[in-house]
């Protein structure tokens, strides 16, 4: 049985019984960002908890349980490096707490409390047990036009911007716990505040006790699948007499991390109902191209007859709002602050404790006449590490001046003096030590580490990714080994296609490192996140491709290092029991917790039948 507290504000219920799980979320606002939890699993006991979270987790990352020893009471277990801490949480049937301390009208507030106010749940030895990271279940399909936790209004909005006539989703029903809704595009239109627009369509999938699957009546199915496969040739029809064409799938892209096999092997499945044999790989990294008309910002100061020769190709440029700005300069000499540079930013939310999200350079190839800008640039920003991934020279073609010393001497650049100490070379790139300092100042020199790798091929990709991710293992060992070191540059020839790949790379693996095997990942949305930066920032289809299989080989070689790390570990660990900071013996003051209701449309208006959720019935039941 539920509890109903639970299925209030915004929660809902979807089973899989596939693996047998149950999971609540909601969509709530930390640090006025929003985080959706599915963080509740029902049929786990405690080591099956921690073999979760060692397996998929990461520090911080935590889930909530029924309480195997009270029955009616919650369990909260959560990984602190390489142990798993478990906690009690009452439900006294009025309000939930952790014996004690601030109370709660659902076990969402609880969670969302505590993973605000970080600090206030403690050991007894004081020692801190934080929340940071809510370990995912599983979804009920690995098909891609399952978007999971999409609320009714966002699935209408992706729809009506990127959709076309038939294109189809399945989300989970947020009115209806453990239910799911297929939101269909329809080539009809509705007339709203005077305009005709496109219509959506919301029909409600009923999951049945006996694990089967229907729309309100008419046949039952074993599977998400294999109902979606039935009304593709047989269309449903809607009480008013419309019909409800299945024509394509509206793919999702995001994905949890540790499924990125079965995503790759979806996006590798020959495309159905075409003349020609398109990837996933292809469609995905098409629509991506398709969204590059809306990244169109302003590039003035590239366009400048003074920058004009600084550029190594004419209309690869800088967006204005995120260009490198060189400061120290002649502000009379017109063009003196221009570089073809852009900061990339990965703006992934809020860290609540973690190092922040890292920021990158991305640069073209030094030309003869920007060398000295360059040396600016990386002592203006304090950067230690520099990223090359092509050659001097490719296909006889000048892809990079060469903007270092010879090994043992030096070379001064303007007001700046590099100093080779070292070159070191590895399999796959060459590694050059360098030393830094300006010539007009007395400051104390700075050590540059310079990776230049060199089996990136002219044309293509590498064959396998695994030699890119040492490389990446060794850039950032360098880029840790220094305190508060500024941005790593990262440069090819045109400073967007390797340079991009490269970068979005780092980042998914960054993003893995932080929140575990189990957190969220989005290809294009993060290759979209690094366009809105630098125009053109991942090239073609076959880079595209290759971040999949990067990321692909490092999940899976963290899978293996995990497993057998937890080998010979997995045992039971005692209850701890919560103590509050002590002040003047008084808690601090609990603050009000709002839950946001923003996807919470149970009571909203359901087009196609111009009823309440509340109300409906019949096979063909619409549903928010």
Not at 182 to 198: A, I, P, Q, Y
Not at 299 to 305: A, D, L, S, W
Not at 364 to 382: A, H, R, S
């Amino acid at each position: 049985m539920v509890d109903p507290k639970l299925c209030g504000l915004g929660l809902s219920l979807v089973y899989n019984m596939g693996v047998g799980l149950i999971f609540w979320f909601q969509t709530v606002s930390f640090c006025s960002n929003s985080l959706t939890i599915r963080w509740f699993h029902p049929n786990i006991n405690g080591l099956e908890a921690e073999t979760l979270l060692l397996k998929h987790g990461g520090h911080g990352s935590f889930l909530a349980r029924p309480s195997k020893s009270n029955p009616g009471d919650f369990t909260l277990s959560v990984r602190r490096h390489d142990e798993v801490t478990h906690i009690k949480i009452q439900n006294t049937g009025d309000f939930y707490d952790l014996y004690g301390g601030e109370t709660f009208a659902t076990l969402a507030e609880l969670v969302q409390y505590y993973t605000e106010q970080q600090g206030l749940l403690r050991e007894k030895n004081g020692d801190v047990i934080e929340l940071r990271y809510p370990l995912n279940s599983q979804d009920p399909t690995s098909e891609r036009w399952y978007h999971g936790h999409l609320s009714g209004r966002e699935a209408e909005k992706l729809l009506l911007e990127k959709g076309k006539p038939g294109s189809f989703l399945v989300r989970e029903s947020q009115s209806k716990p453990g239910d799911f809704v297929l939101s269909v595009l329809t080539s009809e239109e509705k007339l709203e505040n005077g305009e005709r627009k496109s219509r959506v369509t919301h029909v409600m999938i009923r999951f049945q006790p006996d694990g089967k699957y229907d729309v309100g009546g008419g046949e039952r199915f074993d599977t998400l699948t294999d109902l979606l496969e039935h009304y593709k040739k047989n269309p449903m029809v809607e009480k008013s007499g419309a019909v409800v064409h299945l024509k394509q799938p509206f793919n999702a892209t995001r994905i949890s991390a540790a499924n990125i096999e079965t995503r790759v092997r979806e996006l590798n499945k020959m495309a159905d109902n075409t003349d020609k044999a398109k990837q996933g790989f292809w469609e995905e990294f098409e629509m991506l191209q398709q969204q590059e008309c809306k990244l169109l910002y302003p590039r003035k100061e590239g366009q400048r007859p003074e920058n004009k020769i600084k550029n190594r190709y004419k209309n690869i440029l800088p967006f204005d709002t995120t260009r490198v700005l060189l400061r120290d300069v002649d502000e009379s000499l017109p063009g003196s602050d221009y570089i073809n540079a852009n900061y990339i930013k990965s703006n992934l939310g809020d860290t609540r404790g973690s190092p922040p999200w890292k920021v990158y350079i991305a640069t073209q190839g030094c030309l003869q006449n920007t060398v000295c800008d360059f040396w600016k640039m990386v002592y203006q920003e304090n950067t230690h590490v520099i990223v090359m991934t092509t050659k001097e020279m490719e296909r006889s073609r000048k892809k990079c001046f060469c903007y270092w010393p010879d090994e043992n001497s030096s070379k001064d650049y303007d007001c700046i003096r590099v100093l080779s100490m070292g070159v070191h070379l590895e399999k796959d790139h060459i590694l050059r030590e360098l030393q830094m300092s300006r010539i007009d100042r007395e400051e104390p020199p700075r050590r540059i580490w310079h990776y230049q790798y060199l089996s990136w091929p002219d044309h293509g990709v590498p064959n396998e990714p695994g030699g890119v991710l040492s490389f990446l293992g060794e850039i950032n060992a360098a880029q840790n080994c220094t305190p508060h070191a500024g941005p790593i540059v990262v440069h090819c020839s045109a400073g967007i296609g390797r340079t991009g790949t490269i970068i979005v790379i780092d980042i998914l693996v960054d993003i893995i490192d932080r929140q575990g095997l189990d957190c969220d990942i989005d290809v294009p949305k993060t290759i979209q996140m690094v366009r809105q930066q630098r125009s053109g920032m991942v090239q073609t289809e076959a880079q595209y491709k290759f971040i999949y299989m990067a990321v692909q080989k490092y999940i899976e070689s963290r899978k293996r290092f995990l497993e057998d790390e937890q080998r010979g570990k997995n045992k039971e660990r005692e209850y701890l029991n919560i103590h509050y900071p002590l002040g003047d013996n008084v808690k601090p003051k609990p603050q009000t917790v709002v839950a946001s209701r923003a996807n919470d449309d149970s009571a909203c208006v359901y087009e196609n039948l111009n009823l309440r959720s509340t109300h409906m019935s019949g096979p063909s039941n619409s549903g928010r």
